[in-house]
Each structure stands twice: as C-alpha cells, then as structure tokens.
C-alpha cells in the first residue's frame, strides 16, 4: 500500500513555455562536454589528454580524492580539448564524436544474481557510481560512505521542469532494474506525485513508494528525506536523481553505458517548446539554433528557471538535466513609474499586482532580481514556502554567522541549495540563498574531514 504524505507550504510558479508532451528530433551533432562541475564536491583528475580515442563508457576523469569514481564519456570519439579556467580549473573535457558509435562493453547482469558490492562494482567500473547523491552535504557520494537509505524522487514540480512519466515511456524495463539495483545496497524509497498514474511507478518493485501531496517543492528530494527519514550527524543517505536510475538500468540490461535522456525544451522565448532525446554533454546548440525567438535578449538556462546554470546556446548539456530552458533578460525592459503600476502580466506571491485576479495563469517573467540585497526580513516567508521541519530564516543567519554549532542544531545536515530554491524567489532581501546553503555545507564539510 502506497503511503501518502500531505505537504501545506509551497508554491507553484506557472511560467509560459512548458514544453508539449510531443517528441521532436533533434540533430546529435558532434561536439560533446563532460563537465566536472556538474558531479559537485569531485576534485577532477583527468585521465585523457587531447587527441586520444575513447568509446562511450571509457572514463575521462576521476575524483581524485576516490579514483575508484570514474566519470564516463557519453559517446565514442577524439578528445579534442581538456578546457581549463583560473588555476588551471578544469571546465570540461570535450570529445568530437565518431559517425559511428562504439561502447565499451562491461557485460549484462542479472541484478537479482548480485548484492551491494557487485552493484558497487558494476557502477564504478562503468563511469555511473559519481550519478549517486548523498545528504549531508549534497554532493556526489563515494563507495565508502554506508547509506542508511536511498532516496529516488520521479516527482518534478520546478517551474518548467520535464515531466517524469512522459520521459519514462518505453523504458520501464530500465527504470525497474535500476531500482532493484538500488535496493541491493539499502532500503530504497521512490517518491511520487499524486497525478501520476504510471503503472512503472504506482506497481514498482523492490522499493517503498510514497506519494506526495502538496506544492512545488515536493518533488524535492531533500524535502522528501526530510519527512520519510530525517539525516541526523553522522548519518548518510544517498539520492539519485530518476533519469540515472533508467542510466543504471540500461548498464544491467545491455552491457553498455547509455546516457540518452529525453529533455524538456521550453521557456517563453522558445519558438516551439517540446521534448528532445539528448546526451549528456550534448551541445545545447542543436536543439535552440533556430527554435529560440529573435525579439529580446534571452537567458539559457541549463535546468529549470529556479535552479539552474545559466549558459549560452553554445553551452552543453549537465549531467544531471532534464530541462533546458529560455527566459527573457529584463535588462532591456523599461517600465513607466516602475512598482506604481498594477501589472496585470506580472507575478506577485504578496498580491502586489492585479495579476492574481486572473487566477491560474501563465506568466512570462525574465530574469531580473527587481531590488537590491539588503538585510534580512524575519517576516517567514521562508516557511511559507518551505514544507521542511528547520527554521529556515535562522539557518541561514547562522551559515551567514559561519556558526557551525548552531547550523548543525537547525538542520544543516538535511538540506540542500535547491531546497531553499523557492525561499530565494520570494525572499524580500533578495539573498542568494542557494549559494548562502552552498558556502554553509563547504563550510561544515571542510570542518568534519
């Protein structure tokens, strides 16, 4: 029997653009980037240099600090370039892919055949392990950490963000096997939405399914650890996030390392918003060059509008994104009397503007911040949008403070950037919180090792 869990707090933001549950083919292209700081917490050793020949599933750079974890390429073909920033940090190793792909074959499996360590095995030897999440700290996990639990959320309720079950047609066989795969290391917990009814997640097996009711963010893992089974110090719990589940999956099933995912393309400046097969690393170019419209300058968004990287149409595909998206600037916009007006087309939690007497409408909203950082307002709008049981408002006090005594007393081993992703879009003082969550659980890491 599936358990439901009702959450109260939350918002859901509906933004124009969301992109049609329709498949639109896409060129492949040639041009393809791993980029390491997509695997967050890895100190990146690269294993290839310019001009060596790889298959998909050879690895092209391992966590130093665990070269057991290797990261592999998605497709076969030349390095072409290890790109490097400030202090020579690596940015991306890029590789021209072949006409004609080849795979590094690791050989099928029987997942009910194998325990924990031929899981681990498998995983590692195939470049996937580094897929894997952990709380505390909200960084990719390594072999050595023992999970009390794993957590996967098939719920995606971000604004824009790519709806689950469209992607997951056609490869429940996949899906199913890398959650049995899980479920060989620890107890295994698949979050799901209410309006989903796919029989691959309603029926799954060899996991604890629960169902969540409530607003954005629900589908939030961290919100869903947080009322299933609650991180304290010293405890670790993994997270995968689905798409790497079906990557799992595959691996067990063909023997080779497959990392296709089907993308939500959509935002109000995309021409014709719909769903695209990509690779990890993929050029976003073959899928914006021209489906992007010409009437403003754009923001390109790898992920949904809350939390993701803003890059450039020239720009590849994370390792762990499900949607691209195209938003306005608004550093052109020039309104009349500015706040004053009524603003029947923008977006206001408060009900500022006239807006809210439309009822369930889409906004077009860009990508300014419309004020200046000031100090924190203890007014709980926070909570209101935060279904976790922390103090928010005073979590982030204190990581401002650099209070490590106290963060740990208000729950920093629980959360996540992204958790505090809709705190951030109402917060009056305009803080970064994401980036402030960020610096706090370096901080508290550093501090631990």
């Not at 707090?9 to 492949?28: F, N, T």
């Amino acid at each position: 029997m599936t358990r439901i869990i009702k959450l109260h707090q939350g918002l859901d933001i509906r933004l124009a653009g969301k992109a049609e549950k329709v498949k639109r083919p896409a060129p492949s292209g040639t041009a393809f980037a791993l980029m390491p700081d997509s695997f967050v917490g890895v100190k990146p050793k690269v294993v290839v240099k310019e001009g060596d020949r790889v298959k998909a599933g050879d690895a092209l750079f391992v966590n130093k600090d665990c070269p057991e974890v290797r990261f592999a390429s998605p497709v076969s073909g030349t390095v072409s370039m290890v790109e490097r920033g400030e202090r020579r940090k690596v940015l991306s190793i890029r590789v021209e892919a072949d006409e004609k792909q080849e795979a590094t074959d690791f050989g099928k499996k029987d997942v009910a055949q194998l325990d924990a360590a031929g899981v681990k095995g498998a995983l590692l030897e195939a470049g996937l392990f580094g897929y894997i999440n952990q709380l505390p700290y909200a960084i990719s996990t390594v072999p050595t950490t023992e999970p009390k639990a794993i957590f996967v959320s098939a719920l995606r309720d971000m604004p824009l963000a790519g709806d689950f079950e469209f992607e997951l047609q056609g490869q429940e066989k996949d899906f199913q096997t890398g959650l049995t795969a899980l479920s060989k290391i620890a107890r295994t917990y698949l979050g799901i939405g209410s309006e989903q009814t796919s029989q691959a997640l309603r029926q799954a097996k060899d996991v604890e399914t629960v169902e969540f009711r409530g607003k954005c963010p629900a589908g939030n893992v961290g919100v869903q650890v947080n009322h299933i089974d609650p991180v304290n110090k010293g405890e670790v719990v993994w997270t995968v996030e689905p798409t790497a589940v079906i990557f799992f999956g595959r691996l067990f099933n063909t023997g080779r390392v497959n990392l296709t995912r089907t993308v939500a393309i959509g935002g109000s400046e995309v021409a014709k918003p719909a769903y695209c097969d990509m690779m990890v690393g993929q050029s976003l170019a073959t899928v914006l060059n021209g489906n992007v419209k010409e009437e403003a300058k754009t923001r390109v968004i790898d992920g949904n509008p809350l939390t993701g990287r803003v890059t450039t149409a020239d720009g590849f595909l994370g390792a762990h994104t499900s949607e691209v998206t195209v938003i306005p600037e608004g550093d052109t916009a020039d309104e009349m009397l500015g706040w004053i007006m009524p603003r029947f087309k923008q977006f206001s939690v408060s009900r500022s503007y006239f807006s809210w007497l439309f009822g369930k409408k889409e906004y077009r909203l860009d990508a300014r911040v419309k004020g200046g950082e000031r100090h924190i307002i203890m007014s709980g709008e926070y909570d209101s949008v935060l279904p976790m049981d922390i103090y928010g408002e005073y979590l982030i006090k204190a990581i401002i403070a650099g209070d490590i005594d106290k963060m740990e007393q208000l729950g920093i081993y629980e959360v996540s950037p992204e958790d505090f992703a809709l705190a951030e879009f109402v917060d009056s003082s305009k803080l970064e919180l994401q980036h402030i969550v960020r610096q706090g659980l370096d901080m508290l890491r550093k501090e631990n090792e």
